[in-house]
């Protein structure tokens, strides 16, 4: 079981707005940085979002992070088919001292 | 440009060990650190520990303590991860990930996040 818990799937049309969410607890969100991951099929995870809301170097502004108490979502607004894939939040947990992850999203793009 | 370069697939009897690579370039090596995380198939992201470039910290999860050493060698800018009595559970897709080290968390050594990370290498465990 994650410490980070995120829907297993979630999906939109082409130009939709989907979110994300991410809940956790004190220790985790609640007091630390959350990061959110994009892993296409068969690759390595990517950087989208750093520190809660801060996007990566080449990311396209279509993705926004935000971050509310002890909970986190990435929104993806202008939906592309491209951005079919597994989403990852992810931030280091203080009781547990170790990195923890959410259990991943699979977005569909209908 | 920042690259983690990860050593090529493996395949292990239960009990054996591996040892997997990653050579880092584009980037100061002992000013960072490395994560390792794995990913079962078809499953999520497990964290597995981290190191100190120049090896004088690590950190491991509670659930990988006593199985799994990290270690990394500054001449070649390389770090390494080896686990050691393998099951069938431990196949997965192994990746190294670089990560800023903070000195003064609450329990001490911890990190917010990795920026860039390894292509991955499977390790399959099977008699």
């Known amino acids: 079981q994650s410490a980070l818990t995120q829907p297993p799937s979630a999906s939109g049309t082409p130009g939709q707005r989907v979110t994300i969410f991410c809940s956790g607890g004190t220790s985790n969100i609640g007091s630390n940085y959350v990061y959110w991951y994009q892993q296409l099929p068969g690759t390595a995870p990517k950087l989208l979002i750093y520190r809660h809301d801060q996007r990566s170097s080449g990311v396209a502004d279509r993705f926004s992070g935000s971050k509310s108490g002890a909970s986190a979502s990435l929104a993806i607004s202008g939906l592309r088919s491209e951005d079919e894939a597994d989403y990852y939040c992810a931030a280091w947990d203080d009781s547990l001292n170790e990195w923890v992850f959410g259990g991943g999203t699979k977005l569909t793009v209908l | 440009q920042v690259q983690l370069v990860q050593s090529g697939a493996e395949v292990k009897k239960p009990g054996a060990s591996v040892k997997v690579s990653c050579k880092a370039s584009g980037y100061t090596f002992i000013g960072y650190g490395i994560t390792w995380v794995r990913q079962a198939p078809g499953q999520g992201l497990e964290y597995m520990g981290w190191i100190s470039a120049h090896s004088a910290n690590r950190g491991y999860a509670q659930r990988f303590q006593g199985r799994v050493m990290m270690t990394t060698d500054t001449t070649t800018s390389t770090a390494h991860m080896e686990l050691r009595s393998l099951g069938s559970d431990d196949t997965a897709v192994y990746f190294c990930?670089?990560?800023?080290?903070?000195?003064?968390?609450?329990?001490?050594?911890?990190?917010?996040?990795?920026?860039?990370w390894g292509q991955g290498t499977l390790v399959t465990v099977s008699s």
């Open positions: 990930a670089r990560v800023e080290l903070r000195l003064y968390c609450p329990n001490g050594v911890c990190f917010p996040g990795a920026d860039y």
